[in-house]
């Protein structure tokens, strides 16, 4: 069997429009445009929804298994197997200092990595991806009820933006 002719090898025409798509999505996005939006990876946490920078994000996947770390942290939730390594999950409400309930069989876990390390954090249902106009965004009011130094801002839509690198960094300060 030629190389060509293999089932999974895609035809000319094929390539071409594979070609295409790629140019389309390669194409430099308008720097007016990107300066002036944030894109988030929204999610909920306790009652809230939260959000980190999507360019903090390496992974996000549905939690299907989690191993206790004995004498851990208690903002450690665990440990998971993710691409081939054991991942450490921090419970993110532990973090934020947010009452903890036991998890459900729809936790996620979005993967940062800052300084090293991936990390994961336990987040609730997945809310997707939003787009956040940067000059809407401002300071969190005095009502917030998590801990300030990992929040970033506050959208317009009510979504609190955190700090991923600073959230990671921080794991095991006291």
């Not at 430099?28 to 002036?36: H, I, K, L």
């Not at 549905?62 to 440990?79: I, K, N, S, Y």
């Not at 997945?126 to 300030?148: F, T, W």
Request: proline share 6%.
């Amino acid at each position: 069997m030629t190389a060509s002719a293999h089932p999974l090898q895609p035809n000319a025409r094929e390539r071409e429009v594979l070609e295409a798509r790629a140019r389309a999505l390669a194409r430099v996005v308008d720097s007016g445009r990107a300066d002036a939006t944030s894109e988030l990876l929204a999610f909920s946490l306790a009652t809230d929804v939260y959000a980190v920078d999507t360019r903090e994000v390496t992974g996000v996947f549905r939690l299907a298994e989690l191993t206790p770390v004995p004498g851990a942290d208690p903002r450690v939730a665990g440990l998971t197997v993710w691409r081939g390594s054991l991942l450490t999950v921090l419970d993110l409400r532990q973090v934020l200092g947010l009452p903890a309930t036991g998890l459900d069989d729809r936790a996620w876990v979005v993967v940062l990595v800052a300084g090293g390390a991936p990390r994961g954090l336990l987040a609730g249902a997945l809310q997707g991806i939003i787009a956040a106009d940067r000059a809407a965004m401002r300071e969190p009011g005095p009502g917030l009820r998590v801990d300030r130094r990992f929040v970033r801002a506050v959208t317009d839509g009510a979504v609190v933006v955190l700090d991923g690198p600073t959230l990671i960094s921080r794991q095991t300060e006291t």
